[in-house]
């Protein structure tokens, strides 16, 4: 089951890589008819999973299957002419047009912003970029590890004092970058369907990355200061700690007067429960106490295990969590009966679970995958839907206009 809040509504997709199609897999989730174009050879994240440890066969990858899951393929050679004859047939049926091509190529190719909208005035255009449309290093390349966390400050000041930058996990900017640009091309569809009027909605990793770090950016320009210490934070009640079989976790507790003598009771620390230097917020924070009730809650935590911590911490209505691993999370019960993953079945019969959108619409809490499409695999259905007979269809095979697998 699929919802229909976007259905009747074509996307073209002229996407590579991640954060641009994560914002059209959302579409085609919510019912959008979106076509991916490909040029000859296909999108190389085809073969990203493999640097992931996971299968990038065609009928198994389900790394690039995240992100293309439930669209259609289009194979055309833009060089050819009947190829790009095709790419503006296809264009002027649709609504929302999405792409990362780099904006010289998009401009030699005349799939600019201004070229497409002076031809489809009503078009929605979504661009995704590395540094936005303006300022000498605009045409630069972007991916995630380099735009948005390196450039965005969080790989340098993330880890404490003292150690390298933090090893980076893949698609984190891309995903939140995709979901700005969801919004913009939703916002704009509906001026546009309003108005009569597209609009040019840009989204760039930089800017997310700016976005995300909006609290840290701010406070470093008052007394602030990062990289840190792990015990240079807000206060001794948010902070991470480790338990005796090794565990960590997260403590959140903002409301600290209210937390504070509850933890104490928890960790067998009562003859703080009432000491002037640590009970109130103020006074730990104003007379430089937190780094030593930090060590203190250190040694504290280190007597119990991970199941007591969790058992008493749930009963006290404390604020934490443990830090989960990415192998636990595709099986995490919670997750699960919140049908934030989905199983998909690979024609071998193995199965994954695969991460679902952040968004979910009550009347259809499951949403249905279908496969990514193969280079060109509806090629057929949607040339034909343009006019084209399948005389023509095949002339275009001939003369390398259209591309399959």
Not at 249 to 261: I, N, T, V
Request: hydrophobic share 40%; glycine share 8%; with cysteine.
């Amino acid at each position: 089951m699929k919802p229909d809040i976007l259905k009747g509504i074509r996307v073209v997709d002229f996407t590579t890589y991640v954060a641009a199609p994560a914002a059209t897999r959302i579409m085609a989730d919510w019912g959008a008819d979106v076509i991916k174009v490909e040029a000859p050879g296909g999108d190389l994240y085809r073969g990203y999973g493999a640097q992931m440890d996971s299968p990038i066969d065609e009928d198994k990858n389900p790394i690039y299957l995240l992100k293309n899951c439930n669209k259609k393929g289009l194979g055309l050679n833009l060089k050819n002419p009947e190829g790009m004859e095709a790419m503006h047939k296809l264009i002027a049926s649709a609504e929302i047009f999405v792409t990362n091509v780099r904006m010289k190529s998009l401009k030699n190719l005349g799939l600019d912003y201004e070229t497409l909208h002076a031809k489809y005035p009503k078009l929605v255009y979504g661009f995704c970029g590395g540094y936005g449309l303006y300022g000498e290093e605009s045409g630069r390349p972007g991916f995630d590890i380099v735009t948005f966390w390196a450039r965005g400050g969080m790989m340098a000041d993330l880890p404490p004092i003292g150690h390298p930058p933090i090893s980076i996990p893949s698609g984190v900017g891309d995903n939140a970058t995709g979901l700005a640009l969801l919004g913009g091309c939703m916002a704009a569809l509906i001026k546009a369907r309003a108005t009569g009027m597209g609009e040019m909605v840009v989204a760039s990793l930089y800017n997310t990355a700016i976005y995300v770090s909006d609290l840290m950016i701010t406070s470093t320009q008052f007394n602030d200061k990062f990289p840190k210490s792990r015990y240079a934070v807000g206060h001794p009640l948010s902070n991470t700690y480790q338990t005796k079989d090794g565990e960590w976790f997260a403590f959140a507790m903002l409301q600290y007067e209210k937390m504070f003598p509850k933890l104490c009771k928890v960790l067998g620390l009562d003859q703080y429960a009432e000491d002037e230097r640590y009970c109130t917020l103020k006074t730990v924070k104003t007379e430089n106490h937190v780094e030593e009730f930090c060590k203190i809650l250190e040694e504290a935590m280190a007597k119990y295990d991970s199941a007591y911590i969790t058992k008493e911490f749930s009963a006290n209505d404390l604020t934490f969590e443990r830090c989960h691993h990415f192998s636990e999370l595709s099986s995490d019960k919670q997750a699960l009966e919140n049908h934030y993953l989905k199983e998909y079945t690979f024609k071998d019969g193995s199965t994954v679970q695969l991460p679902a959108d952040p968004v979910q619409f009550m009347s259809n809490e499951i949403v249905d995958i279908d496969p990514a499409p193969a280079v060109g695999e509806h090629n057929d259905e949607i040339l034909a839907g343009l006019g084209y007979s399948a005389a023509q269809i095949a002339a275009m095979m001939e003369s390398g206009a259209i591309v399959d697998k």
